[in-house]
């Protein structure tokens, strides 16, 4: 629903900068892009996608894998890191997993003190 987050997105902008609104704009329309051109909405690919988009698909599949959903149980962070691993030049952009790779014990440590409350 990239769209919604655009048209909910666009009423602040009179009281918002206007970098941070299109920064949140480009995260709300191109986290689903993959950078092999696969994703949605508009199946950009590589450089295409804007950067913080880029930089928000990894941190929204790594935390949708390490939180527990009604769904599904929380991944272990090592099963996690080797999805996001294997996704590195299809899914997601190869230098931002390399990047990811060598933070994990940050990334570990953050996602620890935000865990949700059962």
């Not at 709300?28 to 690919?45: F, I, N, Q, R, V």
């Not at 894998?65 to 929380?74: E, G, N, Q, V």
């Amino acid at each position: 629903m990239p769209g919604a987050a655009n048209a909910a997105i666009q009423p602040q902008e009179a009281t918002l900068s206007l970098d941070f609104l299109e920064t949140a704009q480009q995260i709300a329309g191109g986290h689903h892009e993959k950078w092999d051109g696969t994703g949605y909405p508009k199946g950009l690919k590589g450089e295409e996608i804007p950067l913080p988009a880029r930089l928000m698909a990894i941190a929204d599949v790594f935390d949708a894998l390490i939180s527990r959903r009604h769904y599904k149980d929380a991944f272990p962070i090592e099963r996690t890191v080797q999805i996001i691993s294997d996704g590195r030049g299809t899914h997601f952009d190869p230098d931002i997993v390399d990047a990811f790779l060598a933070h994990i014990p940050d990334f570990t440590a953050i996602a620890g003190r935000y865990v949700d409350a059962d």
